[in-house]
């Protein structure tokens, strides 16, 4: 079978002919200092892709470093490409966090992703539990990260969310795995269940630090917490079960 030719690469030193996609991530500064000081030591042909209006879709970051650098900038056409193929695109190197694509999102107007940005700038809780909180589901979702990629995430109840990630919050000062996914689920599981009383438990992790310890998984968590919130109490309660 013979090779087929299918796209051209081309070489320009107008920079500004290039445009960017709304939606796409901000500009790492680090990620650019990087690969311009790789640029530096050789330079090699790695084309940018963009569509039949010149909008970027992947390599912006090499866009930027060669202009910086008063390089030529190579490039490929191909029509029909637009946001979904850079964000399908970056998921498929990993090269996206969950933030990029709440960025993104955020920029093309859908409020959820907006909402999750501010809820990550004031809890600083980890991607998996954000999401989780914000759609309501205590444990989290196998499927809630590619929800999340796929433009699809929405905030079941943002009061509640942001009612448990105040009550967590509350044990920074106390324990300083209190970031950590298991115990953060754990918790999670006692905030939401009809006996538990957050103050309480608060009480004895100033009472008794020596009796909190780290944990393999949120299981254990809850079994821990159990004991401890039960500790020296005339009337104790189960938090094992909902």
């Known amino acids: 079978m013979k090779n087929k030719k299918i796209n051209t690469v081309y070489q320009t030193t107008n920079y500004e002919m290039f445009n960017k996609i709304d939606g796409n991530r901000s500009m790492n500064k680090a990620h650019l200092k990087r690969l311009k000081d790789s640029i530096n030591e050789e330079s090699l042909c790695v084309p940018i892709i963009v569509n039949e209006n010149y909008v970027i879709i992947d390599g912006q970051h090499r866009h930027d470093s060669w202009k910086e650098l008063n390089l030529p900038v190579y490039y490929m056409i191909v029509k029909g490409y637009g946001l979904s193929q850079v964000h399908r695109l970056n998921n498929n190197t990993k090269d996206w966090r969950i933030l990029d694509y709440a960025h993104s999102y955020c920029e093309l107007g859908k409020r959820d992703y907006c909402k999750y940005q501010e809820f990550k700038e004031t809890y ?102 159990n004991k401890l919130y039960n500790y020296n109490q005339s009337h104790k309660v189960s938090l094992l079960y909902n």
């Open 124 to 225: 600083n809780l980890g991607d998996y539990e954000s999401i989780a909180m914000l759609e309501g589901n205590i444990r989290g979702s196998g499927n809630s990260f590619n929800n999340f990629r796929s433009g699809k995430f929405k905030i079941k109840n943002w009061t509640k969310a942001c009612n448990e990630a105040d009550e967590i919050v509350k044990y920074k000062a106390h324990y300083e795995g209190w970031k950590r996914r298991s115990f953060v689920i754990a918790m999670l599981h006692l905030i939401n269940h009809k006996d538990f009383k957050s103050s309480q438990l608060l009480s004895k992790f100033k009472k008794y630090p020596s009796k909190v310890h780290d944990c393999v998984n949120s299981e254990q968590y809850i079994e821990m917490l």
